[in-house]
C-alpha cells in the first residue's frame, strides 16, 4: 500500500525502533498515534575539491552551468521520489533514484550517491520496509546537500 510523506517517515521510525530494539507503545504499526517521529540529523558534505576540479577544467562559467543543471535535476528527481513511491512505481522509481548517483558523483555529492544506491539495491531485493526508509534517508540527505551546496556559492575554488 502506497503512503506519503508522513508515512515513509513513520516506516523509518519503525524500522529504525525495530533495529535498535525500542517498543512502540501501542505494540502495532497500524496505531500511529503513538509513534514517536524519529529525526535523524546527518553530517552532508560537498567534496570541495571535486568542485574545485570541475572548475579548474571547466572555467567558472562552464563549471557554474555543470552545477546549476545537476541541482535543478537533483531537486527534480528527489522531488519524483515521493510521487512515484506513492504510486507504486517500482520501475520508475529506481530509474529515477539510480539516475540520481550520476548526478550527485558528478558534483561532490558522495553521501547522496551512496545512498541512492542504498534505495536501489532495496528496490532490486523487494525489501519495501528497507526502500522506504532509505528513500526517507535519501530524500533528508538529498535536501540537505542541495542546501550545502548552495552556501558554497561564495566559497572560491
Not at 10 to 30: D, E, F, H, N, P
Not at 77 to 106: F, I, M, P, T
Request: hydrophobic share 45%; proline share 2%; net charge negative.
Amino acid at each position: 500500500m502506497p503512503v506519503g510523506r508522513k508515512g515513509l517517515d513513520i516506516i523509518a521510525a519503525y524500522t529504525l525502533s525495530q533495529a535498535v530494539g525500542v517498543k512502540i507503545r501501542g505494540g502495532a504499526m497500524a496505531d500511529t498515534n503513538h509513534v514517536q517521529q524519529i529525526r535523524p540529523v546527518e553530517q552532508v558534505s560537498v567534496d570541495q575539491e571535486q568542485l574545485g576540479a570541475l572548475y579548474h577544467q571547466l572555467g567558472e562559467a562552464g563549471a557554474e552551468d555543470v552545477v546549476c543543471r545537476a541541482l535543478e535535476e537533483l531537486a527534480h528527481r528527489l522531488g519524483d521520489c515521493d510521487a512515484l513511491y506513492s504510486n507504486a512505481e517500482w520501475v520508475a522509481l529506481r530509474k529515477n533514484v539510480h539516475a540520481l548517483v550520476s548526478v550527485a558523483e558528478q558534483i561532490g555529492m558522495h553521501a547522496v550517491a551512496r545512498v541512492a544506491r542504498d534505495v536501489t539495491r532495496c528496490l532490486d531485493h523487494g525489501d519495501g520496509i528497507a526502500a522506504a526508509a532509505t528513500l526517507s534517508r535519501l530524500i533528508r540527505i538529498g535536501e540537505r546537500s542541495l542546501t550545502a551546496v548552495w552556501d558554497l556559492q561564495d566559497v572560491p575554488f
